[in-house]
Structures are given as structure tokens and as C-alpha cells.
């Protein structure tokens, strides 16, 4: 699988991606919403492509949370999911700040998407704390960082 920078029309697929996916739907997210998201210069957003197809999206913020990077949404296309291209797109994140000597990795993952905790913990990250009813009533956001 390649990893490269989004072009204008990788942004697009990315929103629609987010939109059409959980935890994007259970936060209430709407395509709008992803659109103006993924749209935004000050996130940088790269697309794993494999075979020519486009099958996952990973976006960044570089001084996303206390100065340090930000993992700020990953998202893999359906049929590619449980295939290691998640895993592929969040080492390419985590390779591309350790060039950079950043310190600690930063993401947020919902309280009710326990596979994608379960991954992080797998791969180092530690919850930190909980931002209860942050973004949906009855659910939390998980801080979550890793030492890179």
C-alpha cells in the first residue's frame, strides 16, 4: 500500500468516507461537516491507496493538543477494514512527527468504539482522561496518547 499527501479530490473522498462510517454517524456528523473538515489547509491529510483504489484516509494536526501532533480522524474503507491498513496509516503518522522529534502523539477515540481503543492500547497509546458527553449525550471522548 502507498501513503500520499491528499489531492483536492482525495479530500472529498475522505469526507465522504468519514460521513458514511461510525463513529462519524454516531457523533452525528454530517457530510457538510466532514467537507469543511477536510477542506481545511491547517490539517495536513494523507490516503493509502492500494491496487489504484483509495482505501483509507488519515488526518493530521500538527500542534493538535498541548503543542503536540494530533491524530484528528483515520478511517478505513469498508471492504479494507481488519486488513492492516489502519494499522499501516497510524505508523505512517506516528513515523512522520518521530522525524520531526515530536515527544507524545495525541488522539481521541469514543467511549462505544471499543475496537479502535482496543488498537491504540495495543500500540501503546494510554488513556489519560475522559471528556464526558463532549460530543454526544452518554458517551465520552478518551484522551489518549503515546511517547513516539
Known amino acids: 500500500m502507498e501513503i500520499r499527501e491528499a489531492t483536492a479530490a482525495d479530500r472529498d473522498w475522505a469526507a465522504e468516507l468519514l460521513a458514511a462510517s461510525d463513529p462519524w454517524i454516531r457523533l452525528g456528523t454530517t457530510?457538510?461537516?466532514?467537507?469543511?473538515?477536510?477542506?481545511?489547509?491547517r490539517y495536513e491529510i494523507y490516503v493509502g491507496v492500494d491496487d489504484g483504489?483509495?482505501?483509507?484516509?488519515?488526518?493530521l494536526q500538527d500542534k493538535g493538543m498541548a503543542g503536540s501532533p494530533y491524530l484528528k480522524s483515520i478511517a478505513v474503507a469498508e471492504g479494507m477494514r481488519?486488513?492492516?491498513?489502519?494499522?499501516?496509516?497510524?505508523?505512517?503518522?506516528?513515523?512522520?512527527?518521530?522525524?520531526?522529534e515530536a515527544r507524545w502523539f495525541f488522539l481521541c477515540v469514543s467511549s462505544f468504539?471499543?475496537?479502535a481503543r482496543t488498537l491504540y492500547e495495543r500500540r501503546g497509546y494510554v488513556a489519560l482522561g475522559e471528556l464526558p458527553d463532549q460530543i454526544v449525550e452518554g458517551a465520552s471522548e478518551i484522551v489518549m496518547r503515546k511517547r513516539l
Do not use: Q, T
Request: aromatic residues 4%; contains cysteine; proline residues 2%.
Open 82 to 100: 481488519s486488513s492492516g491498513v489502519g494499522s499501516a496509516l497510524l505508523d505512517f503518522a506516528e513515523a512522520r512527527y518521530r522525524r520531526e
Open 31 to 41: 457530510l457538510e461537516k466532514c467537507l469543511e473538515m477536510c477542506r481545511d489547509p
Open 113 to 115: 468504539n471499543v475496537r
Open 53 to 59: 483504489e483509495r482505501c483509507g484516509v488519515v488526518i
